[in-house]
């Protein structure tokens, strides 16, 4: 039990609290306010002058299974074998010893969605883990399944088409694996519990899907597969984020419209491929404008997850709201991501996941000085 006391504190939910203290008891959020008392047996850490924020979310990357410094040893995303590996999961595949994810952790990235890669149009089921080191993965998991993994344009058509000669070979081949995918999940469905019933690990995962026990991930850059991935979708009656959404402010009025979610970026890269040449700085001011629920990724190890704030920080120079910006990587990332009661806030009954900061984490200068996760705070090493 402890309370951090007289920071500035950003709760995401109302205005900053000057002078404040936060109680932190049984890994929980206990009270925040600047007029409580601190009850008696209560450690307290004065954070006076500091900055006091939700944990970071990073809503897309693949820590763990990018190992860093590990190079082709450390590949676990991308089983390319076959287009459609729906029973893959990244849970098997994290490396809990990885780099990335300590420095995520000391960077103050206390949640991250782990995925696996967009080589296959059906790639394998997400994760969610705190990135505090434990003994194994397992203990880090939040959610165990957090999406299923779908991938449109270049890479797919690249690394089956180009590289392997077999579909998808086209757009239209990658739509089409994806649709007799979901049609085949339908029809086993309707057998499941009957004589001639064959269990399928695979088509269990896309059943999770259709029953909206978890969500499609659809990695998307072009306006054009931003706008497939939503057809699908609707023609299924399923859940889907589109991830990457590199393209979306050109359709923004559809995704506000279909109330359709996105987890944008990396936005710090260059125009590596094709189907980023339109990539744009302004892309999170646009969305906001138009009303469409967006988060930001690092996309990790593309980008480092311990600089989000950085990218975050660089979308306020091109006009989105700072309170907002800060948003797409806390509150409203957990929301997307369905942990919004848990996860994203400084308020009651919310997991004790916060970071203190010598100033604001938008400011180059700033850093993280203690990073708190289930209510267990641990002197930031950077």
Same mark, same amino acid.
């Given at each position: 039990? $402890?309370?951090?006391?007289?920071?500035?504190?950003?709760?995401?939910? !109302?205005?900053?609290?000057?002078?404040?203290?936060?109680?932190?008891? &049984?890994?929980?959020?206990?009270?925040?306010?600047?007029?409580?008392?601190?009850?008696?047996?209560?450690?307290?850490?004065?954070?006076?002058?500091?900055?006091?924020?939700?944990?970071?979310? &990073?809503?897309?990357?693949?820590?763990?299974?990018?190992?860093?410094?590990?190079?082709? %040893?450390?590949?676990?995303?991308?089983?390319?074998?076959?287009? @459609?590996?729906?029973?893959?999961?990244?849970?098997?595949?994290?490396?809990?010893?990885?780099?990335?994810?300590?420095?995520?952790?000391?960077?103050?990235?206390?949640?991250?969605?782990?995925? /696996?890669?967009?080589?296959?149009? =059906? !790639?394998?089921?997400?994760?969610?883990?705190?990135?505090?080191?434990?003994?194994?993965?397992?203990?880090?998991?939040?959610?165990?399944? %957090? !999406?299923?993994?779908?991938?449109?344009?270049?890479?797919?058509?690249?690394?089956? #088409?180009?590289?392997?000669?077999?579909?998808?070979?086209?757009?239209?081949?990658?739509?089409?694996?994806?649709?007799?995918?979901?049609?085949?999940?339908?029809?086993?469905?309707?057998?499941?519990?009957?004589? &001639? $019933?064959?269990?399928?690990?695979?088509?269990?995962?896309?059943?999770?899907?259709?029953?909206?026990?978890?969500?499609?991930? %659809?990695?998307?850059?072009?306006?054009?597969?931003?706008?497939? %991935?939503?057809?699908?979708?609707?023609?299924?009656? @399923?859940?889907?984020?589109?991830?990457?959404?590199?393209?979306?402010?050109?359709?923004? &009025?559809?995704?506000?419209?279909?109330?359709?979610?996105?987890?944008?970026?990396?936005?710090?890269?260059?125009?590596?491929?094709?189907?980023?040449?339109?990539?744009?700085?302004?892309?999170?001011?646009?969305?906001?404008?138009?009303?469409?629920?967006?988060?930001?990724?690092?996309?990790?190890?593309?980008? /480092?997850?311990?600089?989000? /704030?950085?990218?975050?920080?660089?979308?306020?120079?091109?006009?989105?709201?700072?309170?907002?910006?800060?948003?797409?990587?806390?509150?409203?990332?957990?929301?997307?991501?369905?942990?919004?009661?848990?996860?994203?806030?400084?308020?009651?009954?919310?997991?004790?996941?916060?970071?203190?900061?010598? #100033?604001? /984490?938008?400011?180059?200068?700033?850093?993280?000085?203690?990073? =708190?996760?289930? !209510?267990?705070?641990?002197?930031?090493?950077?």
């Amino acid at each position: 039990m $402890f309370a951090l006391i007289g920071g500035k504190v950003l709760t995401m939910r !109302g205005e900053p609290i000057d002078n404040a203290k936060v109680l932190i008891k &049984d890994g929980k959020i206990l009270a925040v306010g600047r007029n409580i008392e601190v009850p008696d047996g209560f450690h307290t850490i004065d954070v006076t002058g500091k900055i006091v924020t939700p944990g970071i979310i &990073d809503a897309h990357t693949h820590l763990g299974v990018y190992g860093e410094a590990m190079a082709w %040893a450390g590949e676990d995303a991308n089983e390319k074998s076959e287009p @459609v590996t729906p029973g893959m999961h990244t849970l098997d595949a994290i490396n809990p010893a990885d780099i990335g994810l300590a420095e995520a952790y000391h960077g103050g990235i206390t949640t991250v969605m782990i995925a /696996p890669g967009s080589a296959n149009p =059906i !790639g394998g089921q997400c994760v969610i883990a705190k990135t505090k080191k434990k003994t194994t993965a397992d203990d880090m998991i939040i959610r165990k399944h %957090a !999406g299923l993994k779908i991938a449109f344009g270049e890479n797919p058509r690249r690394c089956f #088409g180009a590289e392997q000669k077999k579909a998808p070979i086209t757009r239209m081949a990658t739509a089409n694996i994806i649709r007799e995918t979901f049609y085949k999940a339908e029809q086993y469905m309707k057998k499941q519990g009957k004589k &001639d $019933f064959q269990f399928n690990l695979g088509l269990e995962a896309v059943v999770r899907v259709l029953r909206k026990e978890m969500p499609l991930r %659809a990695h998307a850059h072009r306006a054009d597969d931003i706008v497939t %991935a939503i057809r699908i979708a609707k023609e299924f009656g @399923v859940d889907i984020i589109i991830e990457h959404a590199t393209e979306s402010y050109l359709v923004a &009025d559809v995704l506000a419209r279909e109330d359709v979610p996105a987890i944008l970026g990396p936005t710090l890269t260059t125009r590596s491929k094709l189907e980023l040449k339109d990539k744009s700085m302004a892309a999170p001011a646009i969305l906001h404008q138009q009303g469409v629920r967006f988060a930001m990724m690092s996309d990790h190890p593309v980008i /480092p997850s311990c600089f989000l /704030p950085v990218y975050a920080g660089l979308a306020t120079r091109y006009g989105l709201p700072e309170e907002q910006g800060l948003k797409m990587i806390t509150s409203e990332a957990a929301k997307i991501l369905g942990l919004g009661n848990q996860l994203g806030s400084i308020a009651p009954g919310l997991d004790a996941d916060l970071v203190v900061w010598s #100033g604001h /984490p938008f400011h180059l200068a700033s850093r993280p000085e203690l990073v =708190i996760v289930d !209510g267990v705070a641990e002197q930031a090493n950077n």
